[in-house]
C-alpha cells in the first residue's frame, strides 16, 4: 500500500531554536495533513494543505505542500517546551473520498 | 469549538469477549473513520463510512470488526468480536465534513483499548 516517510524519526532542540520536518511518498497526494500527538491523546490537527505549491501558516508553523504533490513539510520557528510531541503527516490520496495516510513521525524534544 | 468525542476512555477486557467503543462526531460531519495506533507506532487507518455504508476499509478491518451507525443515533461505533492480545491499543475515530474534496478530518481523544 502506499506509505509516507517521515524525517528525522526524531530531534533533539534547544528552546528556541527553529525546527524542521518533511514528509514523503513516491504516491501523489492531494490532501496533506499535519498532526501532533501529546502522549495518551489523539492527534490535533495543525495545518491542513489543499494545493501543491501552497504555503500556509498557524503562528509559528509554516507547512508546504511540494510541487510534486509527494511531499510536504513542516517548520516551528522560535520552538518552546510545549512543542514536544510527536508530529505525524497524513496525506490524502489523490483520488476523491480514499482514506489518509499517515506517516511514522516525528518525535520532537526541546531541551531547556 | 465543536470536538468530536469518544467513550469509554478506557476499556480493559478479557481474550475473546466482544467491545464495543462509541464515538460522537462533530455535528455537520459526514465522514466518519476509524484508526487505531499501537503503542510506539503510527496510526493505522481501518475503515471509512459514509451514509451508513462502509467506503472503505483496511486490511486490519476483517470479520473481527464492524461499524455501526444506530437508527436516531448522533454516534457511531466500532464493535471488536471476540478480542486478541494483539488488538490493545488506542483507537481513535474522526470525522470530517464533505466540502467537495477540500477537506480535513479531526479525531477525538483515544479509547485505549487493553486486552488481558
Known amino acids: 500500500g502506499q506509505q509516507l516517510n517521515q524525517s528525522p524519526q526524531s530531534m533533539f532542540i534547544q528552546e528556541g531554536e527553529d525546527v524542521s520536518m518533511n514528509c514523503t511518498s513516491s504516491?501523489?497526494?492531494?490532501?496533506w495533513l499535519w498532526y501532533k500527538q501529546d502522549p495518551g491523546e489523539g492527534p490535533v490537527l495543525l495545518i491542513a494543505?489543499?494545493?501543491?505549491?501552497e504555503l500556509t501558516s498557524n503562528g509559528r508553523l509554516t507547512a508546504q505542500f511540494g510541487i510534486t504533490r509527494k511531499d510536504s513539510f513542516l517548520n516551528i520557528s522560535a520552538s518552546i517546551p510545549s512543542d514536544v510531541g510527536i508530529y505525524f503527516c497524513a496525506g490524502q490520496l489523490y483520488n476523491y473520498g480514499q482514506n489518509f495516510v499517515f506517516g511514522p513521525g516525528t518525535r520532537l524534544s526541546v531541551l531547556p | 469549538e465543536p470536538e468530536v468525542t469518544q467513550t469509554p476512555s478506557h476499556q480493559v477486557t478479557q481474550m475473546g469477549q466482544e467491545v464495543i467503543l462509541r464515538c460522537v462526531p462533530i455535528s455537520n460531519h459526514l465522514y466518519f473513520y476509524w484508526y487505531r495506533q499501537i503503542l510506539g507506532q503510527k496510526v493505522e487507518f481501518l475503515v471509512s463510512?459514509?451514509?451508513?455504508?462502509?467506503?472503505?476499509?483496511s486490511e486490519i478491518f476483517d470479520d473481527q470488526f464492524s461499524v455501526e451507525r444506530p437508527d436516531g443515533s448522533v454516534g457511531f461505533t466500532l464493535k471488536i468480536r471476540s478480542t486478541k492480545l494483539e488488538d490493545s491499543a488506542m483507537y481513535f475515530c474522526?470525522?470530517?465534513?464533505?466540502?467537495?474534496?477540500?477537506?480535513?478530518?479531526?479525531f477525538g481523544p483515544g479509547t485505549r483499548l487493553t486486552v488481558l
Open positions: 494543505l489543499y494545493k501543491a505549491g
Open positions: 474522526a470525522s470530517r465534513v464533505d466540502r467537495g474534496g477540500a477537506d480535513t478530518q479531526y
Open positions: 504516491s501523489i497526494f492531494n490532501t
Open positions: 463510512f459514509y451514509n451508513n455504508e462502509i467506503s472503505e476499509k
